[in-house]
């Protein structure tokens, strides 16, 4: 009976919290009464349902829109504004240069290509898999590259795995097996209930084969995942929190000289991903495929079948693909050229073209206007060489097209419709207007305030602190949503201390990125776990050391290069007041 309610609640639940939640706030708004504590109302309920996901993420997003104004903390019209800033354009215009990557098919190329040129050997064909799907997050989403990965892994695997049964000894005749077994009696002893039992040396090996390919089978798996976490930290548009960051220092720090722009941050987070891809890769190779270097790395030895047969799946693969059609050739050019003006628009160790050409105090050109200009070029340049050249098409196209037939663009609404997550746009825009309504409210001065008796801590404490605690917190909610909740108040920690705030901002950031234990942490995670290959055990003990390398890793980036591209020792005259 007990058991039976429990079960009810349990079903229930959902519906408990999300009628329950707002009930149990009330007294926020009425007992307290202040805009501070309505602020805090929203946030807190907000929060809750972010936390338990009892309506979608994007649904949640859009509650300022109905709260704010009901609570007299902002107006209607400087609410909704909050949903389609600078920050959510980038976003747009980046994802739909990621989408036309993904509908053809450059990205698997490129990871074919590069899985060629690295080999099969385990511990290289890891390094080759890790580096592939981090290279690809930097530019699309870490779902799409790792959906797109993992069933390259997965035919690998079953080569792998089939040709090394067809290698392994067949059983000798009853006549040899009787005479020899009394050698090998000694070689496996079982122990069953108090009865012991002997396995002969070829059913011992047969079980070490098979226990080293599931393994191995863990590994490549799980390194694909991890690779896709890490990879999206490098690039401002590679994952949400990136975003978050720098929409929240645009809208708490209004005064700060474009401190957060594609380059800078690339110049940070792009070498701290590479040690961090490399300790990860070690730290996998020690748990899953040890350090036998003749065997994982095959120093001096030459290529097996089996790796022979894998090397063969993937070439198989990248010929499927054919010749690079008109149509990858101009997506290439774009992606290429998209990464070139966003690096070369304000480097800031020297004078960019957005400066040379718009000579003026304001900034009339952010990251946002390249991404949605070269956006805006995926509608208009065509899938197939112009009637002009209609006689080149043999060399892009593997099928001759006519002339009559109709010329489609690059890339159609009808596609970018499809592919494009609208919803993190909402979650975006939800973030800066809690941003705004703390700010408003007087809220973020209020928590700035109570939090002045850290100064006595150590600010690389602090920013340890923090890492543990967002890495702790993204295991349970989604990263956007949890750099969203913390980079608030931790911008107004920041000043109460006199701390620059990217400090403390950027670990939050990158900490937000790391869910390696658990497979519901993160769609990447979710993916390789439903090829059955790993227990949650296995995810948890080999996350929670992925965890405090990240932590380790972000320690020294900012205590190190960190200081030096963003004065990170100092605090800046653009802290010193925030815009209300």
């Not at 923090?466 to 295991?475: G, K, N, P, Q, R």
Request: glycine share 6%; proline share 6%.
């Amino acid at each position: 009976m007990v058991v039976h309610v429990f079960k009810s609640i349990w079903g229930a639940k959902n519906g408990l919290i999300l009628i329950c939640t707002p009930f149990l706030l009330l007294p926020l708004p009425l007992v307290i009464g202040t805009k501070e504590a309505s602020c805090a109302y929203v946030i807190g309920l907000m929060a809750v349902y972010w936390c338990t996901e009892v309506l979608p993420l994007a649904i949640t997003a859009l509650l300022p829109v109905v709260l704010f104004p009901l609570l007299s903390i902002m107006e209607s019209k400087d609410v909704c504004v909050q949903y389609l800033k600078d920050t959510n354009m980038l976003f747009l215009g980046g994802l739909m240069v990621a989408v036309a990557v993904e509908h053809w098919n450059l990205h698997k190329r490129i990871a074919l290509r590069v899985l060629l040129i690295v080999g099969v050997r385990p511990a290289l064909l890891m390094l080759g898999f890790m580096g592939v799907t981090a290279f690809l997050s930097m530019w699309i989403s870490n779902t799409a590259t790792t959906a797109m990965m993992v069933p390259i892994v997965q035919a690998v695997l079953v080569q792998l795995n089939n040709t090394a049964r067809e290698e392994e000894p067949r059983p000798v005749p009853s006549s040899e097996n009787d005479e020899k077994q009394s050698e090998k009696q000694a070689d496996g002893q079982v122990v069953l209930n108090g009865l012991s039992f002997s396995l002969d040396a070829e059913t011992v090996e047969r079980c070490r084969d098979a226990e080293e390919r599931l393994k191995m089978s863990k590994g490549m798996t799980l390194c694909v995942c991890y690779a896709a976490s890490i990879g999206g930290t490098a690039t401002l548009t590679g994952t949400g929190p990136n975003l978050v960051l720098t929409g929240q220092m645009s809208q708490l720090f209004q005064d700060n000289p474009d401190v957060i722009n594609f380059a800078s941050w690339f110049g940070f987070a792009f070498p701290n991903m590479i040690i961090m891809l490399l300790a990860a890769w070690v730290w996998l190779q020690f748990v899953f495929l040890g350090f036998n270097f003749r065997k994982t790395f095959g120093c001096g030895t030459v290529k097996t079948e089996k790796e022979i047969a894998a090397y063969n799946v993937i070439r198989e693969e990248h010929q499927l693909l054919g010749p690079m059609s008109f149509g990858e050739i101009n997506i290439l050019v774009l992606f290429i050229l998209l990464v070139v003006l966003w690096f070369t628009r304000d480097p800031g160790f020297v004078d960019g073209w957005a400066t040379h050409l718009f000579n003026a105090e304001k900034e009339y050109v952010t990251d946002a206007t390249v991404a949605v200009f070269i956006a805006a070029l995926l509608f208009v340049l065509p899938s197939k060489p112009p009637c002009l050249c209609s006689w080149r098409s043999q060399s892009f196209d593997t099928v001759p097209q006519s002339d009559s037939e109709p010329r489609s663009a690059l890339l159609t609404w009808k596609v970018a419709q499809k592919k494009m997550p609208w919803s993190i746009v909402l979650l975006l825009g939800g973030g800066f207007a809690l941003a705004k309504g703390s700010e408003d409210s007087g809220l973020s001065s209020w928590l700035g305030e109570q939090m002045s008796p850290l100064q006595s801590i150590p600010p690389w404490a602090i920013a340890i602190i923090v890492c543990l605690m967002i890495a702790t917190f993204t295991e349970c909610t989604s990263n956007v949503a949890t750099a969203t909740l913390f980079l608030p108040i931790l911008a107004s920690m920041a000043q109460s201390i006199r701390v620059n705030p990217l400090y403390v901002m950027i670990p939050c950031t990158l900490s937000a990125s790391f869910a390696f234990m658990l497979p519901v942490a993160t769609p990447p995670n979710a993916i390789v776990f439903s090829y059955g290959y790993l227990k949650v055990s296995d995810m948890a003990k080999t996350g929670i050391v992925m965890n405090i390398i990240g932590i380790l890793c972000i320690t020294v980036a900012v205590n190190s290069w960190g200081k030096v591209l963003f004065s990170l020792d100092t605090f800046p005259s653009w802290a010193n007041t925030t815009v209300v």
